[in-house]
């Protein structure tokens, strides 16, 4: 069975830093396209950031050059650094995973984490 378990969420101030971890069991996590996404009261899910299997990645265009994913194979850990924070990037975060291709739409994937609680003050 699939897991993903996030971790790093809290509250920080406009302009600090966060650094959100999921833990994924071994097999989906070296052959998946694995990425983060989040959502705010009365807005949708969004994409934040994808890195697919062979290490390509994607990044929303408001986190462009704030945000960072990166994994961790021997650790099976995927990590997204989060700086500059803004109050408009509070949302709940959540890691996803799906079989390649990345897809940009949430619905195409179908593992999610529990979701961890990232605010940001100003």
């Known amino acids: 069975q699939v897991q993903l378990v996030e971790s790093g969420g809290g509250s920080v101030q406009a302009g600090g830093s966060l650094r959100l971890s999921c833990a994924a069991s071994?097999?989906?996590?070296?052959?998946?396209?694995m990425g983060w996404f989040r959502q705010a009261p009365g807005k949708e899910r969004e994409r934040v950031a994808v890195?697919?299997?062979?290490?390509?990645?994607y990044y929303a265009d408001s986190v462009k050059g704030r945000f960072t994913i990166s994994k961790d194979n021997a650790k099976n850990t995927l990590y997204l650094q989060m700086n500059s924070l803004k109050p408009e990037d509070t949302a709940m975060y959540y890691c996803?995973?799906?079989?390649?291709?990345?897809?940009?739409?949430?619905?195409?994937?179908?593992?999610w984490g529990q979701g961890t609680q990232v605010t940001v003050s100003s």
């Open positions: 071994g097999y989906i996590y070296r052959s998946y396209c």
């Open positions: 996803a995973a799906t079989i390649p291709p990345c897809s940009s739409w949430y619905g195409g994937y179908n593992n």
């Open positions: 890195i697919d299997s062979d290490d390509s990645t």
